[in-house]
């Protein structure tokens, strides 16, 4: 029920191309949404967030899609760039509940 | 310094040494978290402390012990390890506030190795 499921591990995309990773969970509790952003020897970065009241949010070329009744929610990275080759995570929470953090995928975004 | 600093960046141990691990948050912060990423796995939460409280230990083995001298402050103290705990471990820092969601900011981490 705490887990969040993360798909694809890996992801290779060619520049300009959209990358979308899939994240899905269980706990109804959860009502926080954030996706974070690792570069190699760097702790995570929080890049957007989303809670349940929305479908969508944008920040630039980043979207996350959000579907509350199938318990899934995605990001969408439009026009990709090599410098946004890093690992994202999902994650999840619920009120001031611990973050869950789903495994990650590893994005590489070929010139 | 700004954000979240941690200390030694890299560090490679023998089962039998002690050793501590440090981070600094330098951004006001009342909440800090120490995590543990391993390969393929997802982030595991280990500690959390509230100011200066803890408030969560997430079924750390006795081996791992923090201390939280400030809000500012937190270490990890690391005794008999064993080679399955090598990995990035690392220092989180946010304000925690019941009636919001606290965004987390993190150090770069400390890759551990124990031979």
């Known amino acids: 029920q705490q887990q969040v499921k993360q798909s694809p591990q890996s992801l290779i995309v060619q520049k300009g191309g959209i990358s979308i990773i899939n994240c899905a969970y269980e706990n109804t509790a959860f009502d926080y949404f954030p996706w974070y952003q690792q570069f190699p020897g760097k702790g995570p970065a929080l890049l957007i967030a989303i809670r349940p009241d929305v479908s969508e949010k944008k920040e630039g070329r980043f979207t996350i899609s959000f579907n509350k009744s199938a318990k899934q929610f995605s990001l969408h990275i439009m026009d990709s760039q090599p410098g946004d080759s890093a690992t994202y995570f999902c994650a999840a929470q619920g009120g001031s509940e611990k973050l869950v953090f789903g495994k990650g995928t590893k994005l590489t975004v070929n010139p | ?115």
Do not use: I
Not at chain 2, 73 to 81: C, V
């Open chain 2, 1 to 115: 310094e700004t954000g979240v600093t941690q200390t030694p960046r890299h560090l490679v141990m023998g089962m039998t040494n002690k050793k501590s691990l440090k981070c600094e948050q330098h951004l006001g912060h009342n909440a800090m978290y120490w995590y543990k990423q391993s390969a393929k796995k997802p982030l595991e939460l280990m500690f959390v402390y509230n100011f200066k409280e803890q408030t969560e230990n997430n079924s750390v083995p006795s081996r791992f012990s923090p201390e939280c001298p400030n809000s500012s402050h937190l270490f990890l103290h690391l005794h008999t390890l064993q080679p399955e705990d090598s990995a990035l471990y690392l220092c989180a820092s946010s304000h925690r506030d019941r009636s919001s969601y606290n965004e987390q900011f993190f150090g770069p981490g400390t890759r551990l190795t124990v031979l």
